[in-house]
């Protein structure tokens, strides 16, 4: 099964913005053993989408084409797919009443444009909208396959992993293809990849010949994901679900095991777990809650904490103290110097105070671009006041411009609190 | 000219990387008048590289062929080109001596591996190596043209410049091609694309047949971004840069009067200016300082704030008050629903109390999946004091899940703020 990437705007030819959306397609269909030969993109005009799906159909299996189905002019992915089919659009009535449901639930009128979202090529099927406007297609060409989706992320994303993933699934089974590809990702904070890959080495290596009994058999790879961490991909190939489950849980196992052997706790999650989301753990588990003091962040590491669901039982809130009166008059640091180990402290302990809380974390320092307190950009100082503690502090350099010492900062700062929590217990 | 890009890399398919370097490149050839309609990735194989080429050679007049150029097996540009030109390959001594010198200079022996990089088809002309150790080359197929450059950015970068762009200009002023092809992109927060494009209508449809006197051109096209609003984008094709801003400067101030007519204060910038910006330049321009008061966002306001440069003039800080508690222990909100237009009205002259700001901004709400004092998911109170008035509230109903509730609060809360510093001026 070869499934081609057609993503349609210009603003993508233009460069505007990059194509991340078949990135993540082509990651997603080469996680699932879908072979991916082509990726095109093409611009708003009608003749040269048409051009591309035809140039897409005839070298590949499919197409999934991105973008293109919003309500103006210049979405004319609907006409151009209609074209490439030989058949009309005929409006479909369940679909306006969809949208005009969206529309009321927002209190707002339907806009006359938004009519067009529900214009469907004869023979096609459509993959009902959940979160935008615009349905998704699936259109037979012959014996082959046109997916449209639209090119907001979380639409596109949404309509995949539900619909067009599983067509896919069954269309390979069909034609006999399968063979269950599944992957886990262990994801660690605090080591660099070629640590984590010197570390695996060996394992890796081993790999290479290695196959189960059932014919099972695994890689192990590595991807850097900016300041969320490295994560270590495992790969599995299995003639079935459950065997492909037992042999990634069997190697997460082992791979923990030598990670903490020659690394220590870097390990905070799998898959989709974020840093926020081991902290969670770790405070319900303990039954303790966490209170915040930040300068340099923001907020940010308080909007990082309530992402998780349920963060009400453990977070209570954040003190944001960016103008350093707020951080002597609220909470209670000694005068003088604001970028220091000893004014983090006093933040973590103040936070604990002002809100009431088991734990308070603080966090101070200089984003850049200009120093403060005779510290320059990316000096930044983490405070951590645990119960019936001394508080501690811990002093960081951080590389990059002013977004990036933010985020260092603040994730920096959790994985503090994490590796502390980890230790107490 | 119409000119494809065809990148290079399995690496691309499968999603490990993004094709920045097809996005810059498209930016490149845009600025300076070169049309290019269709954008390829293909995979490390022989065959289906020269599919890609001789698809791109059928519909463009030129290809720009990116990566691939490296010493490794898996690097068969080259090889590729020579078979859609029907010429063999030529070992270049002069580019050897040029790599050889480069390892020497790094005190390095060469591998045998990069005489591979001194493969030239017959009938091209190399660009020569400054930064990487492999040449770029450019193939005449025809009465068209293949350039070739490593995918390394900044190696690619580099050669695009020196070589690849001027050798583009000589060839479209014998064609009688040139122009200029300028952006600017109005942003708009709190209307929907098809609002938009409704309103502007009338101008989109002028537009199709109007040139200017010297041959200019425009058009007004619409991208949805997510949260951040819509936005509107001019492109002027003109003889000249300075025609060009000039085109695009007169048409900003006849979209954003068409839009201010019909839909009121929707226009918060222009290009990369984010809303946190907007805010940022009613401050300073007022001598304002502004305090928050979270809840449901945790702390994500207060995070986009200090994304400005030179924030620490005009933001005092944050009390994100998670918890209920805090509401009403440190910002004074009365007993009762904190889910209300009255708690956000508190929060707000709250924050400005203790704070000590001259403005106070309260967000309260729910973010699901839960509901709250009442309330739905979705329901979302912000409350606003400006000084010398009495506390106002906005009560809003959010779609989608938790993360998109509290991004939506967050830049609604600001887009409040926004337009009242803009009524109270």
Redesign the interface.
Known sequence: MRIEIVAVG???????????N???????L?AAGVA??????????QA?IV??LR?ALS?SDGVIVCGGL?????DITRESIAEVMHVELVRDERIIERIRT?FT????AM????LRQADVPVGASIIEQT?GTAPGLVCPVGNKVIYAVPG???EMQEMFGRAILPDLRRRMAEAGEEAVIKSRVVRTWGASESGLAEALADRVEELDDWSSDDGSTLTIAF?ASGIEGIKVRLTARAPSDEVADAVLADEERRVRAILADRLGDIVFGVDDQAMEDAIAGLLVARGMTLG?A?S????????????V?G??TW?????????S??KH??LGVSPGPVVSAQAAEEMATGAQK???SDIGLGITGV?G?DGQDGQGPGTVFIGLSLPGSEPLSHQLHLPGD??RV?QFSAISALDLLRRALLAGS
Chains 1, 2 share one sequence.
């Open positions: 210009t603003e993508l030819l233009l460069g505007q913005i990059a194509d991340t078949s990135a993540w397609m082509g990651e997603q080469a991916s030969h082509f990726h095109q993109a093409v611009g708003d005009n040269r051009l591309a140039t070298r919003g309500p103006t002019q210049d969206m639930s927002r209190r707002r806009p006359d444009n938004n979160r907001v992320p979380h991807l915040l930040e340099l962040t923001g907020g940010l590491i308080g909007a990082r904490l309530v992402n669901a963060s009400s977070f209570r809130g954040a003190i944001v103290a960016y103008d009166a707020i008059a609220l002002v809100l009431g984003a671009p002013r977004d933010r």
